[in-house]
Structures are given as structure tokens and as C-alpha cells.
Antibody, heavy 118, light 111 residues
Framework: QVQLVQSGAEVKKPGASVKVSCKASGYTFTGYYMFWVRQAPGQGLEWMGWINPNTTGTNSAQKFQDRVTLTRDTSISTAYMELSRLSSDDTAVYYC???????????WGQGTLVTVSS | QSVLTQPPSVSGAPGQRVTISCTGSSSNIGADYGVHWYQQLPGTAPKLLIYDNTNRPSGVPDRFSASWSGTSASLAITGLQAEDEAEYYCQSYDSSLSGVVFGGGTKLTVL
């Protein structure tokens, strides 16, 4: 069965960076784009970007383009999202999610809470 | 301010029918980019409810249906049940932004 298992919660200070991992299993990792979506406390879903694990091509939301780095390691079927220059506004649950292009996002990780606090 | 506009909340009594709208523009829904709908129960990850405008993944009850026309889409839930109380989000692609967009979410309350 398809599973996306994310790394654990993080607490960071303003100005620091965070790197969240997402280990995929149960399907061909390189066959699907991986989305990164975040949700601030009490707020809606916000798309951050995607990575094509087959080509390493990425696309990020304009808001994050200078702060987010999406990478992957196909040898361990894992995608990574690194966000730099954190501020309190980046406190959120970060999700990785498998995109099927025309079929929507069909599997989601369990979420990783990133708390930014001095 | 989300690119896709949803009502903040809707409500209905058990057994009733409710609809949730998702209004976009000519650069997303109106450009024939598919609309997907998600249900998010409190404290959990979103779940795919409808994909590519009108299609239900296996396992999603047929009480959930969706439609779209022009620059808007709509999710309908019939035979409301207490377990349907959740947040609902629409999602599409926007060519002006060259990226994925979500609606702001709609909180469904079952009275």
C-alpha cells in the first residue's frame, strides 16, 4: 500500500532553516510528482511547490521561490523540502503529497509540525 | 486572499443536501484546468474526495458529487451525516501563477 512517512516535529529559531523528509513506499517513486503543502494553525492549505522525482525538475509558488529547496534521493525513495530564513509566519504543519496530475493528490503524508519561535 | 474563492462556512441538518462553491477565473477553472476537492477532518491530513471536476476515487460514497461550469465548480453532499462535518477545499492549477492553487476552505457544520 502507498505510504508517505514524514520526519518528526521541529522547533527552530527565526532565521534558521528546516529540512523535512518524506519517505515513499508502495509505489514507483519516480512515477509521480511530489507536492509540498503547508497549513498554518487554523488556516487553509497552501501549495508550496512540486518536484518531479524522475527528472529533479521543480516548480515553486512565487511566494517561496527564493526560500524553498525541493530535492529527492531516489535510492531511498525520499523527497525533501528545505525552507530557509524562517520566521514565526512559517509555523505550520508541512505535508508531502503524491500528485497524479489529472487525478488530484491521492496520498498525503502525516504532516510535520514546524514551530518557529525565539 | 485565495485565488479560488469558497464560502467560509455552510451548514445543514442530517439527511439534507448542501453545496459548496469554488469560484475561480479564466486562468484556472475557466482555462479547463481540472478541479479537485478534498475533505479534511480535524487533526488529519486532507483526503481526496473528487478529482478532475467530477470523478470519485474508489471508496468515496456517491453522496459526494461535483460539477463545474465556466469559471466555477461546486461540490454537493446529499444525505448529510454527522461524519461529514469537516473542512472542504477545492484545488486547481493557475496559468497566470504557473502553480497550484487551493481555495480558502469551507467549514461544513452538520446541525
Amino acid at each position: 500500500q502507498v505510504q508517505l512517512v514524514q520526519s518528526g516535529a521541529e522547533v527552530k529559531k527565526p532565521g534558521a532553516s528546516v529540512k523535512v523528509s518524506c519517505k515513499a513506499s508502495g509505489y514507483t517513486f519516480t512515477g509521480y510528482y511530489m507536492f509540498w503543502v503547508r497549513q498554518a494553525p487554523g488556516q487553509g492549505l497552501e501549495w508550496m511547490g512540486w518536484i518531479n522525482p524522475n527528472t529533479t525538475g521543480t516548480n515553486s509558488a512565487q511566494k517561496f521561490q527564493d526560500r524553498v529547496t525541493l530535492t529527492r534521493d531516489t535510492s531511498i525513495s525520499t523527497a525533501y523540502m528545505e525552507l530557509s530564513r524562517l520566521s514565526s509566519d512559517d509555523t505550520a504543519v508541512y505535508y508531502c503529497a503524491r500528485d497524479t496530475v489529472n487525478g488530484g493528490v491521492d496520498y498525503w503524508g502525516q504532516g510535520t509540525l514546524v514551530t518557529v519561535s525565539s | 486572499q485565495s485565488v479560488l474563492t469558497q464560502p467560509p462556512s455552510v451548514s445543514g441538518a442530517p439527511g439534507q443536501r448542501v453545496t459548496i462553491s469554488c469560484t475561480g477565473s479564466s486562468s484556472n477553472i475557466g482555462a479547463d484546468y481540472g478541479v479537485h476537492w478534498y475533505q479534511q477532518l480535524p487533526g488529519t491530513a486532507p483526503k481526496l474526495l473528487i478529482y478532475d471536476n467530477t470523478n470519485r476515487p474508489s471508496g468515496v460514497p456517491d453522496r459526494f458529487s461535483a460539477s463545474w461550469s465556466g469559471t466555477s465548480a461546486s461540490l454537493a453532499i446529499t444525505g448529510l451525516q454527522a461524519e461529514d462535518e469537516a473542512e472542504y477545499y477545492c484545488q486547481s492549477y493557475d496559468s497566470s501563477l504557473s502553480g497550484v492553487v487551493f481555495g480558502g476552505g469551507t467549514k461544513l457544520t452538520v446541525l
